[in-house]
């Protein structure tokens, strides 16, 4: 998802999370991959609201935002999305978006039952189809269906946020070991694929640690974390 640097407490409920940010002067804002989109309400001096939905990042990227620029985000739960009828409710009244997406934005259902178990210690694509009584290609295709990337991606991404999350209180080791990854090592390349970053240097970055530990993927409601 597009996020910004995120500088308000996040406003949590079961379908979104409210975040808003302003910025003073002309920032590059870093955006790392998370499993969510996220409704942006964008306000800039002399120009339109404009909304946009942003996309599921693959790889880290930074976006440019103006001084003066206003943002409010509504992060949506990992994998979930909005019809173009909702987004279109939004962008003609931008005012309302709380209260829209809250009368209009999918419930949580299967999808979520899904991405949990993806996230699950020691889940594999194998073990989600089991657990729900399907084969491992129905998982995939589902997936598929919804226009979302693969299982890998929800279980690979959340052990790799999950690490992330143990760096404020852990030793490097410890938190590969906890993490589920065969060693240290082994966490700072799924760090650089990830974050574009190594687990050192998330540390000694309180910013992008904590853009890392924001609510998503794999924290969204305390969710267990893939440790496989």
Same mark, same amino acid.
Not at 68 to 81: E, F, M, W
Not at 96 to 101: F, G, K, M, Q
Not at 200 to 228: F, K, M, Y
């Given at each position: 998802?597009?996020?910004?640097?995120?500088?308000t407490?996040?406003?949590?409920?079961a379908?979104?999370?409210?975040?808003?940010?302003?910025?003073?002067?002309a920032?590059?804002a870093?955006?790392?991959?998370?499993?969510?989109?996220?409704?942006?309400?964008?306000?800039?001096p002399?120009?339109?609201?404009?909304?946009? @939905? *942003?996309?599921?990042?693959?790889? #880290?990227?930074? =976006? !440019?935002?103006?001084? &003066? %620029?206003?943002l409010?985000?509504?992060?949506?739960?990992?994998?979930?999305?909005?019809?173009?009828?909702?987004?279109?409710?939004?962008?003609?009244?931008?005012?309302?978006?709380?209260?829209?997406?809250?009368?209009e934005?999918?419930?949580?259902?299967?999808?979520?039952?899904?991405?949990?178990? @993806? *996230?699950?210690?020691?889940?594999? #694509?194998?073990? =989600? !189809?089991?657990?729900? &009584? %399907?084969?491992?290609?129905?998982?995939?295709r589902?997936?598929?269906?919804?226009?979302?990337?693969?299982?890998?991606?929800?279980?690979?991404l959340?052990?790799?946020?999950?690490a992330?999350?143990?760096?404020?209180?852990?030793?490097?080791?410890?938190?590969?070991?906890?993490?589920?990854?065969?060693?240290?090592?082994?966490?700072?390349?799924?760090?650089?694929?990830?974050?574009?970053?190594?687990?050192?240097?998330?540390?000694?970055?309180?910013?992008v640690?904590?853009?890392?530990?924001q609510?998503?993927?794999?924290?969204?409601?305390?969710?267990?974390?893939?440790?496989r």
């Amino acid at each position: 998802m597009a996020q910004a640097v995120i500088v308000t407490p996040m406003i949590a409920n079961a379908v979104f999370r409210t975040w808003t940010h302003e910025a003073s002067r002309a920032e590059a804002a870093p955006v790392f991959p998370d499993g969510c989109r996220d409704v942006l309400i964008i306000r800039q001096p002399g120009e339109r609201v404009r909304v946009e @939905l *942003t996309r599921l990042d693959l790889r #880290p990227r930074h =976006v !440019a935002l103006p001084a &003066g %620029v206003r943002l409010t985000g509504y992060r949506l739960r990992p994998g979930a999305g909005l019809s173009e009828r909702v987004l279109k409710a939004v962008s003609a009244s931008p005012g309302d978006a709380e209260a829209i997406l809250h009368n209009e934005a999918p419930a949580p259902g299967e999808l979520d039952e899904i991405i949990h178990a @993806l *996230t699950a210690p020691g889940a594999t #694509p194998g073990s =989600v !189809a089991r657990e729900l &009584g %399907v084969s491992a290609r129905s998982v995939q295709r589902r997936l598929r269906a919804l226009h979302l990337p693969p299982p890998d991606y929800w279980r690979l991404l959340a052990r790799a946020r999950h690490a992330a999350s143990c760096l404020k209180t852990m030793a490097l080791s410890d938190a590969a070991f906890e993490s589920g990854f065969s060693d240290q090592a082994h966490m700072t390349r799924e760090f650089v694929r990830w974050f574009g970053v190594t687990p050192a240097r998330a540390r000694r970055h309180a910013l992008v640690l904590d853009l890392l530990c924001q609510p998503a993927l794999g924290n969204w409601t305390g969710e267990q974390i893939s440790t496989r």
